[in-house]
């Protein structure tokens, strides 16, 4: 479209794409409209530093290099290489803190959407990516969640920590049940799993998602201890349990439930899974008191 009838219409075109995109969970496509979106703001921003640093070569470095990294994507070598692990600290759309772009002036805010170039995107699509992702935060949709963000840059511990502040209750960024939860949760990376291996985007943003949570402190406690039991994280459960023993014992409690229901239905790989974790966990404490 834009090559037929020129940048506005190509604009109006994907932004007419991208909430079919995201309903569809298509967030590879998402990604791609967001960055063919934001890429005239990506590039002023690179011209920009250029010019400040005085030669193009400094792009490369920090600042707009981590813009421009994340607009070409990896390269072919660096996605092969998370084909075989899963590498929580890293994402394929991660900024670094100086390089990231604010919303324009003028523009309105939209407070949750947050992550990336996302600020660069026209309000309306940046309340879809919000809205979304509240969709899927209410379905306990962690498989979800974790690929939109890994595809977008979407950020969850942002996201996440607005609706505690802004929603009523604490919003998508509480669970409530917790053993109801965790299965859901489970169930849902378990469906990326069937569908795309560890390689999906689910998999391997989820170590991502993990950290954004942890990082934004209590207001995500509850994703925290979710997705820390499935990615079997002890350090980060510890850090929420922060030596707090009813929040340690309340976890304990949850895990045993959902072993059980486990065993009830026949699912016995989560349940030795959980069970195994859950013994580690408490002999991590054990030790630790020693």
């Known amino acids: 479209v834009e090559a037929l009838k020129g940048a506005r219409a190509g604009a109006a075109a994907a932004e007419t794409l991208y909430g079919a995109a995201l ?40 600042g707009a290099g981590g813009l421009l990294r994340w607009f070409v ?26 390089s990231a772009l604010s919303t324009p002036r003028g523009a309105r805010s939209v407070p949750g959407a947050r992550g990336g170039a996302i600020p660069m995107l026209p ?37 996440f920590l607005d609706q505690s502040l802004r929603v009523p209750g604490g919003g998508a960024a509480r669970l409530g ?6 299965d859901v949760a489970a169930d849902s990376l378990v469906q990326h799993r069937k569908s795309g291996g560890a390689a999906s985007a689910a998999w391997a943003g989820a170590g991502a998602f993990l950290e954004q949570t942890a990082r934004a402190g ?29 929040v340690r014992a309340a976890w304990d409690r949850g895990v045993r439930v959902c072993v ?15 069970d195994a974790f859950r013994e580690e966990v408490r002999r991590r404490a054990e030790a630790g008191h020693a």
């Open 23 to 62: 309903d569809a969970g298509q967030y590879g496509l998402v990604g791609e409209l967001t960055r063919f979106l934001v890429r005239p703001a990506v590039e002023a921003a690179a011209d920009k530093s250029a010019r400040r640093a005085g030669t193009g070569g400094a792009l490369m470095g920090g």
């Open 73 to 98: 994507g990896d390269t072919p070598s660096e996605k092969k290489l998370e084909t075989n692990q899963i590498r929580p600290e890293t994402s394929t759309v991660s900024f670094s803190p100086e």
């Open 123 to 159: 309000t309306p699509l940046r309340e879809a990516l919000r809205e979304h992702a509240a969709f899927l935060a209410s379905a306990g949709d962690l498989g979800n969640l974790s690929a939109l963000s890994r595809e977008t840059g979407f950020d969850v511990g942002c996201f």
């Open 177 to 182: 049940d917790f053993p109801k939860a965790l």
């Open 218 to 246: 209590s207001a995500c406690a509850e994703w925290t201890l979710v997705a820390a039991t499935l990615l079997r994280r002890a350090d980060a459960l510890e850090e929420v349990f922060a030596g707090r023993a009813e």
């Open 260 to 274: 059980l229901a486990a065993e009830a239905r026949g699912d016995a790989r989560r349940a030795a899974f959980l």
